[in-house]
């Protein structure tokens, strides 16, 4: 298994995720729903993913302390409208949707301010704006800090 192979061990909420099928993009509540964040994203399954990560070393920007904070700043980001495809109750009753099959893996203070941002009128917030309430929300110090995961 992957842990053995790096010597670590996924966090929980990994599990319950990969448990819940959040990772199987053909599955209705596929984890943070791929159609809010870039019209160029190709979803890949955990194998292909892996297999990336073992061939191609790569610079990350540090995002998130943990998975759960990871979780929250992305469905941040899904309220930064960045096109007009579809009207703005549709956008927030899909974003609703979203929120409704990923609550139970974030932390009460984050789904209450989820709620109040998609409750709330679509508002022209920037991606800055969203990045900023992020930082608040969760006094995370090291956001965009870049890192190089491979062999040099």
Same mark, same amino acid.
């Given at each position: 298994?992957?842990?053995? +192979?790096?010597?670590?061990?996924?966090p929980q909420l990994y599990k319950t995720?990969?448990e819940d099928r959040m990772f199987d993009?053909?599955?209705?509540?596929?984890?943070?729903?791929?159609?809010?964040?870039?019209?160029?994203? @190709?979803?890949?399954?955990?194998?292909?993913?892996?297999?990336?990560?073992?061939?191609?070393?790569?610079?990350?920007?540090?995002?998130?302390?943990?998975?759960?904070?990871?979780?929250?700043?992305?469905?941040?980001?899904?309220?930064?409208?960045?096109?007009?495809?579809?009207?703005?109750?549709?956008?927030?009753?899909?974003?609703?949707?979203?929120?409704?099959?990923?609550? +139970?893996?974030? +932390?009460?203070?984050?789904?209450?301010?989820?709620?109040?941002?998609?409750?709330?009128?679509?508002?022209?917030?920037?991606?800055?704006?969203? @990045?900023?309430?992020?930082?608040?929300?969760?006094?995370?110090?090291?956001?965009?800090e870049e890192l190089y995961c491979g062999?040099?």
């Amino acid at each position: 298994m992957l842990e053995n +192979k790096y010597h670590f061990e996924f966090p929980q909420l990994y599990k319950t995720l990969l448990e819940d099928r959040m990772f199987d993009y053909t599955a209705p509540q596929y984890l943070l729903d791929y159609k809010f964040y870039d019209a160029d994203l @190709e979803p890949f399954s955990f194998e292909e993913s892996l297999q990336n990560y073992e061939d191609f070393p790569f610079y990350a920007l540090v995002l998130a302390d943990n998975l759960e904070d990871f979780i929250f700043y992305k469905m941040l980001m899904a309220a930064f409208k960045v096109d007009d495809e579809c009207d703005d109750e549709t956008f927030k009753a899909e974003l609703q949707r979203v929120l409704s099959t990923h609550k +139970k893996y974030l +932390k009460k203070e984050y789904v209450k301010v989820l709620e109040q941002l998609y409750d709330g009128p679509i508002a022209k917030l920037s991606d800055c704006d969203l @990045e900023k309430l992020y930082i608040k929300e969760t006094a995370f110090t090291r956001f965009d800090e870049e890192l190089y995961c491979g062999e040099f």
